[in-house]
C-alpha cells in the first residue's frame, strides 16, 4: 500500500513541476519562428523588402525567425489555412478564414487602409472600366480582397459583372500587372502597395481607371501556439517601429506609414464582404 502511494505521489509531482527547458517561443522548442509574408510581388523581391524587418524582429525579440512566402498568392494561403506560419502577414480575407478554422489571432496593421484598383495601358483602347465588358482581366487569385472582390464589386457596380468578362489568375499582382503590358489582358486588377512598387517604367505604361472603396489592411496575424509573453514582444517591436531611429527605413522598406495595434473585430467588414459574394469563410 505504502509502495502504491509512493508511486501516485512520484507520478503526481511529476505532472505538476515543470522540466527545466530554455525560454522557448512555441512548442516547436528551439526553432525559429515561421513568418510568412504574402507573395504580392515577385518572391525573391518580397524576400529582398522584408529582410530589414526580419533582422530588426530577430533582435528586438531575442528570438530566431525563418523567412517564407510562396510562388503564388494561392499556395501562400493554402499554406496559411495548413497552420503553417507561426505568424504571417497577407489577404484579410485568409484571415477571417484563419482565424475561424485555426484561431490566428490579428495583433497589428498598417494605418492606410487597403484600397484595389484597376488598370489598364495608358495608351491602349480601354477608357473606362464599362467598355471592359467582353474583355480578358488578369487578377492575382481569386479570393484576394484588394485586387480582386473589391475590383469585381466596383466593376459590378457600373454594369460589368465577373461573367461578363474573361478572368485569368496570374499568381500575383506583379504577373497580373505583366498581363497587360504584355498585351494578354485588357486590365489588371491590384492593390496601391504592389502598383507603387513597380519599375517606374512599367507603371508608366500603365494608368488606374478606377480605384475601389477601403477596408482595413492586411494584418500581421499569430497561431495559437505562439506563447502569449512571445506574442507580447512581437507586437511591441511592431509598435516600436513607429518612434525607433530605423524604424522610418524598416517601414519604408515594405510600405508601412505607421504600425498600430490591431484585433479581430476590424475584419469584421470582411466578413460583411464574404458574406455578400457568398465566399466561405
Not at 484579410?92 to 484595389?116: C, E, H, M, N, W
Not at 498600430?260 to 466578413?271: A, E, G, L, M
Amino acid at each position: 500500500m505504502r509502495r502504491c502511494l509512493l508511486t501516485i505521489s512520484i507520478v503526481l509531482v511529476a505532472t505538476l513541476l515543470p522540466a527545466p527547458a530554455a525560454v522557448l517561443a512555441h512548442p516547436h522548442g528551439a526553432e525559429p519562428i515561421i513568418i510568412g509574408i504574402a507573395p504580392q510581388q515577385e518572391p525573391e523581391k518580397v524576400r529582398a523588402m522584408w529582410q530589414p524587418f526580419l533582422r530588426y524582429l530577430e533582435q528586438e525579440v531575442g528570438h530566431a525567425f525563418a523567412f517564407e512566402t510562396a510562388s503564388s498568392i494561392e499556395e501562400f494561403q493554402q499554406r496559411v489555412l495548413e497552420g503553417r506560419y507561426d505568424i504571417w502577414w497577407g489577404n484579410p480575407l485568409t484571415y477571417i478564414q484563419a482565424s475561424k478554422r485555426l484561431g490566428y489571432v490579428a495583433i497589428a496593421r498598417d494605418t492606410t487602409r487597403i484600397a484595389g484598383l484597376l488598370v489598364t495601358l495608358k495608351e491602349g483602347e480601354v477608357k473606362s472600366p464599362k467598355e471592359l465588358a467582353g474583355k480578358k482581366i488578369a487578377y492575382s487569385a481569386p479570393d484576394a480582397i484588394g485586387g480582386t472582390l473589391l475590383v469585381q464589386s466596383s466593376l459590378a457596380r457600373v454594369g460589368v459583372a465577373p461573367d461578363q468578362v474573361e478572368t485569368i489568375y496570374t499568381g500575383s499582382h506583379d504577373a497580373a500587372y505583366r498581363a497587360v503590358l504584355d498585351g494578354k489582358a485588357a486590365a489588371a486588377g491590384g492593390v496601391p502597395r504592389s502598383f507603387n512598387a513597380l519599375d517606374s517604367a512599367q507603371r508608366e505604361k500603365l494608368v488606374v481607371l478606377t480605384r475601389t472603396e477601403e477596408v482595413a489592411p492586411q494584418p500581421f496575424a499569430v497561431h495559437p501556439r505562439v506563447y502569449r509573453s512571445v506574442v507580447t514582444k512581437i507586437q511591441r517591436a511592431l509598435l516600436k517601429l513607429n518612434w525607433a531611429p530605423e524604424g522610418k527605413d524598416i517601414l519604408a522598406s515594405i510600405q508601412y506609414k505607421e504600425i498600430v495595434v490591431s484585433n479581430d473585430f476590424d475584419y469584421d467588414i470582411h466578413r460583411d464582404v464574404a458574406r455578400r459574394l457568398k465566399i466561405p469563410y
